[in-house]
């Protein structure tokens, strides 16, 4: 099955108190229905704002497309990007 979704179909949301600190604007380009688990979101992240801990039990590819901010994986040291 195929599905095109036009640019800017889809409302940017404000980040969840529950999995952000501060202003962050949350697009996703695209989303998947079950079963199929692929999505994207661009994450817009303020000065100073930062995501809460959590994991993803699936793993998680991040790509960097603007300025620079810190992560860590579990029992590892926090690295600069």
Known sequence: MSTMQRNGSRPSVQG?????IGT???????????PARAGGVLVT???GAR???LTHPLG???IV????GW???EGEATRNT
């Open 24 to 34: 962050v604007r949350i697009d996703a380009p695209f989303q998947m229905e079950a």
């Open 16 to 20: 969840s108190k529950e999995y952000f």
């Open 51 to 53: 995501s809460n801990w």
């Open 65 to 68: 497309i603007s300025g620079l």
């Open 71 to 73: 992560h860590q994986c």
């Open 45 to 47: 992240f303020e000065p």
């Open 60 to 62: 998680q590819t991040l």
